[in-house]
């Protein structure tokens, strides 16, 4: 009795061994890599993470001054969120979001001066656009 018990417990701890096995076999194995470039005045130039070789996370750029020049979320290599660019003053340039690699949504414009200009709204402008193109004015 006691070794049909034990053959069964070693038939249930070698199957699921097995299975597990076959579960991190069927993941992609995940290349992270930390990415920080420097301008020749030591100023970082950019930051963010490479996932398999493609952006992923959060990206900053910055101006050789030291300053923003723009900050985003990519999504293994495709823009995927929001996005905020600035002068190369600090002050805010434009912001909006990202849907597939294309512009959405509300974006919003500041001049050099840092005053209001307008906001768009991109998934308009790219209807309006698109039905230009179709000759359907």
């Not at 493609?54 to 996005?83: A, L, Q």
């Not at 979001?97 to 991109?122: R, S």
Request: glycine content about 10%.
């Amino acid at each position: 009795m006691i070794f049909v018990l034990w053959i069964n417990f070693m038939a249930c701890t070698s199957s699921t061994g097995e299975l597990e096995t076959k579960k991190e076999k069927a993941q992609p194995q995940r290349a992270v890599e930390e990415v920080v470039d420097y301008y020749p005045n030591g100023l970082k130039k950019v930051e963010g993470k490479l996932v398999n070789g493609k952006k992923h996370g959060r990206w900053v750029f910055y101006f050789d001054n030291g300053f923003m020049w723009s900050e985003g979320m990519f999504k293994y290599g495709i823009r995927e969120g929001y996005s905020v660019v600035y002068y190369k003053d600090g002050r805010k340039r434009m912001k909006g979001q990202y849907k597939n690699d294309q512009k959405a949504g509300p974006w919003t414009f500041w001049n050099e001066q840092g005053e209001f200009v307008e906001t768009i709204d991109a998934d308009k402008l790219k209807a309006r656009v698109d039905s230009l193109s179709d000759g359907n004015n």
